[in-house]
């Protein structure tokens, strides 16, 4: 009920903001800030967290989601964008399902909701943080003292806070687009650059080579005596990054803006600018990345109670069902059984043969969730073909002269269509990348081209406004 966001009133004065800007900010000086905060999370994703150097254990049971997270393991980036992301999916669930009454278009249910994200986000933060350190992520609470657990939970408290306020600064208009997009494209773009050109070198059992992929073709072709091997061993090297896996990853890159450019255009009309004609474009991925992102969180909590159950309890049958976790050959725990072993992706080309229906109950499951996922997201976000026509409606936007309900119906052709094609294109497109090998995840290589795409088009739409192009006539509006 309205009573619920109304709960949030009281801290509308007292929680930090930031002011929004007085007039239209210039394109450069969105990019300065833009830079800035880019610049800001990367130093505090490299500063290692105070008091933990001794006591925090190699296993790491995030690392298979830390690249899409934003996240950095034992460093004040620890938590990533997951308070953020966490408390923004909460509410949005509570508005789609219509348990929060929120009014877009009413300035005080504005303001209360953006209120009551900030405060959610804050409190997920300090919880996570402290859940953190008292389960043990740290080391035993008794080995690392209460002093430094307490001083753990301020430095990450502090840190989530601090990155809240920066995505706040660049969502009102200082900067280009959303924060929670900037870090994670920038995350997994540092992970493929670091893994290509990375001239740290690692002592192997064939002799030293390189970490960096590209460096190690070279280096390999020139040390080596026989070049067939070198050249075989620079493409498909198993344990670090190889010139295989750089490819892979470029030709998924290069898919997605393949399908990116893919979209219907419908013909408009504003009323507003004496019937002006224009273009409405749906594009093929409607919902964006947001499927793999609802994907990733599903399987993140599964993953996290099926860990937590055989830890405590390995014997048990629930457990085993649920997943049964061994150490791998990098040193990380991962399932080699039970459900959480069938969501996660087949690692080579041979798994597919060692074990097909680990592959196609996993190619079935991404696809029809992402499918699934994409369609609710549709009604979450209020994006819908009814939603879409009414909002048209009070833009004084009409397609062919027609009324809200014909021009609904129009929209229905293509919107539902679009949202589930688009979704399980998206993650077809994410079991294609694992499978090939794509440097990080195929999950984290299609969030980062989504994203970098996203700030590609609100730059042209920048430029061509900066020149007086009429974006509505190229289909850009």
């Known amino acids: 009920t309205m009573k619920l966001l109304h709960m949030f ?18 394109f450069p000086e969105k990019i300065q800030y833009s830079f800035l905060c880019l610049l800001l999370y990367c130093v505090c994703s490299n500063m290692p967290l105070y008091g933990i150097e001794r006591a925090i254990p190699q296993n790491d049971p995030f690392y298979w989601m830390r690249i899409i997270l934003a996240s950095n393991r034992g460093t004040l980036m620890e938590l990533g964008v997951t ?14 399902s219509r348990t929060i009454q929120f009014n877009q278009s009413n300035k005080e249910d504005r303001v209360l909701f953006a209120t009551a994200l900030k405060a959610s986000g804050i409190a997920f933060t300090f919880f996570t943080a ?4 008292f389960s043990g992520m740290y080391g035993p609470l008794s080995t690392l003292g209460m002093g430094n657990a307490i ?14 306020m920066l995505d706040e600064l660049l969502q009102k208009g200082y900067g280009m687009g959303s924060g929670i997009n900037l870090f994670i494209a920038a995350h997994i773009c540092e992970n493929v650059l670091w893994s290509a050109f990375s001239p740290t070198t690692v002592t192997t059992a064939g002799g030293t080579e390189f970490e960096g992929a590209v460096w190690s073709f070279f280096h390999l072709l020139f040390t080596r005596k026989n070049k067939i091997t070198a050249l075989r061993l620079a493409l498909y090297r198993s344990n670090l990054p ?32 004496r019937g002006q004609e224009g273009k409405y474009p749906i594009k093929f991925f409607y919902t964006g990345n947001m499927p793999v992102v609802l994907l990733t969180a599903l399987i993140s909590n599964i993953y996290f109670a099926s860990q937590i159950f055989y830890s405590n309890e390995p014997s048990n049958i629930f457990a085993k069902i649920l ?24 690692t080579s080309m041979l798994s597919i043969i060692y074990d097909p229906f680990h592959f196609l109950f996993y190619l079935l499951f991404v696809c029809t969730a992402c499918a699934v996922f994409s369609k609710a997201w549709t009604e979450i976000s209020h994006t819908t073909a009814r939603d879409v026509a009414r909002q048209l409606t009070q833009q004084q936007i009409s397609v062919r002269g027609m009324r809200e309900q014909a021009t609904a119906n129009l929209l229905k052709r293509y919107i539902p269509i679009a949202a589930a094609l688009g979704g399980m294109c998206i ?4 079991v294609v990348a694992d499978l090939i ?15 970098i795409y996203d700030y590609y088009e609100s730059y042209m739409k920048e430029q061509m406004a900066g020149m007086g192009i009429d974006l509505a006539k190229m289909g850009l509006q």
């Open 83 to 96: 308070p953020i992301i966490s408390a923004g999916m909460v509410l949005q669930l509570l508005a789609g």
């Open 437 to 451: 090998g794509a440097i990080g995840s195929g999950t984290g290589i299609l969030m980062a081209v989504t994203i």
């Open 323 to 346: 997943g049964v976790w061994e150490r791998g050959e990098n040193g990380q725990t991962v399932p080699t059984s039970g459900l959480c072993y069938y969501l996660s992706p087949p």
């Open 9 to 26: 009133r009281p801290l509308v004065g007292v929680l930090p903001t930031v002011a929004p800007p007085k007039g239209k900010v210039p």
């Open 130 to 133: 402290a859940a953190y350190v």
């Open 242 to 273: 190889n010139v295989t896996n750089l490819m892979a990853t470029l030709l998924i890159f290069l898919l997605c803006i393949y399908f990116q450019g893919w979209k219907v255009v419908i013909p408009v009309k504003y009323q507003r600018y």
């Open 427 to 430: 993650g077809l497109l994410t």
């Open 151 to 164: 001083l753990i939970i301020v430095q990450l408290s502090f840190a989530g806070i601090m990155l809240i």
